[in-house]
């Protein structure tokens, strides 16, 4: 008799997340009768936890390689404060306010991936130190509210994409159009990826695993944009940042040199410094990535919010952690996919957005929210301890 992980080609935890992830929606569809998929209240999940999606895909490339950034909380408010005095005090435009945010970002990445990478303080060190240095400059720069930022930047986070064909059945055909997209550009990406791996005789994923993940993932997609189409506005902007961003990075893990070299760094250090990558050098690029995303992170949180204060960002850095490891990456590195902790993400703001509509208490919402990340983590280790692999 066939079991599921024969069916399934081994992949049976990254469609147990997808599965985990359905059900505390319809359980929260229930108990808030029918107002968690609310349109508007799926917009609001998007726009709500954009810093999240941004900051956990960086992440996990941080924790992939072996490493930990409790900083970014902090760099968040630091690159805020930063772009919005920029903007407020000394008239730059928007615009390029906004790359120089990124540029901030990715300095505080090299200024954090000198000390991991060439000096060789741990990287838990190195980033305690980046949120306490970051939190304090961010104190120094808005310790007194700053706002009153041009309309363009606060439609980053705040506005949708430009309703430009109308309405279909009071849905926005502009958002229908992108789902459309994305499950064509899905279903090319992964027979393109079926075809590669048959040319060069590499093992395969079974043929009913490979329809059902696809058949499955089309209608999921299909289902969030229907939704999302019906909401006032359409497709957020802020999306479409996170989309781009999550096919970049989607295609530098799985289909670049670094990507490689990452997971292998992760897997096993010493037998990558042995197969010659220059693990100082990826070390050092590692941190500087993750530096541009916080400040990106910085961009939206700011627009989201109109305005720029000190204490932005907090707990920042643990939604990040928490959304990678519930989304199926590994505690001892070398193992994740910036698919699995964008679900990650999405678990983390739909037990934000349920418990909220139910009322619960933000007291109550830190316990559920920790003891669903203490069971991921508990979940991979038992996992692979039942596999027979060493646990570090």
């Known amino acids: 008799m066939t079991t599921l992980k024969q069916t399934f080609g081994g992949n049976l935890r990254q469609y147990g997340i997808v599965a985990a ?62 772009v919005a005095l ?8 928007w615009w390029l306010a906004v790359l120089a945010g990124v540029l901030i970002g990715a300095l505080v990445g090299v200024w954090q991936g000198f000390w991991v990478a060439y000096v060789g303080i741990p990287a838990f060190i190195v980033t305690l130190a980046g949120m306490l240095i970051f939190r304090g400059l961010a104190i120094v720069l808005v310790g007194v509210t700053v706002a009153s930022f041009p309309g363009e930047f606060n439609a980053i986070s705040n506005d949708s994409v430009s309703n430009a064909f109308g309405y279909i059945a009071n849905k926005d055909v502009v958002t229908l159009i992108f789902g459309a997209v994305v499950i064509a550009g899905l279903i090319f990406s992964q027979l393109r990826a079926r075809s590669e791996l048959r040319k060069h005789e590499l093992q395969m994923e079974p043929m009913t695993a490979f329809l059902v993940k696809n058949v499955v993932f089309a209608v999921l997609i299909a289902a969030f944009t229907w939704i999302l189409a019906g909401s006032r506005g359409g497709t957020p902007i802020v999306l479409l940042i996170i989309g781009v961003i999550i096919v970049a990075y989607s295609f530098v893990t799985q289909r670049t040199v670094f990507g490689r070299n990452v997971y292998a760094m992760g897997g096993n250090l010493q037998a990558a410094i ?5 693990t100082k050098k990826m070390n050092f690029w590692v941190f500087v990535n993750i530096g541009v995303l916080a400040g990106i992170a910085a961009i939206v949180t700011t627009s989201k919010a109109g305005a720029a204060t000190a204490n932005a960002g907090n707990s920042y850095e643990l939604d990040a952690i928490a959304s990678c490891f519930i ?26 957005i349920g418990l ?27 996992n692979k301890r039942r596999s027979g692999a060493s646990v570090r």
């Open 21 to 82: 992830l359905f059900l505390i929606v319809i359980f929260f569809q229930i108990t808030t009768d029918g107002k968690l998929l609310l349109p508007n209240n799926v917009a609001s999940l998007i726009t709500q936890n954009a810093y999240v999606m941004i900051l956990a895909v960086g992440m996990v490339i941080v924790i992939i390689a072996g490493h930990i950034d409790l900083s970014v909380g902090s760099v968040v408010a630091f690159v805020g404060g930063a």
């Open 86 to 93: 920029l903007m407020k005090d000394y008239g730059w435009s």
């Open 274 to 278: 042995l197969s010659g990558v220059n």
């Open 327 to 352: 989304g199926g990456t590994s505690v001892y590195g070398g193992i994740g996919r910036v698919s699995g902790v964008i679900v990650g993400a999405l678990i983390m703001g739909v037990l934000n």
């Open 356 to 382: 909220s509509i139910m009322g619960v208490g933000s007291e109550w919402q830190q316990v559920i929210k920790g003891l669903v990340l203490l069971a991921a983590v508990a979940f991979d280790l038992l």
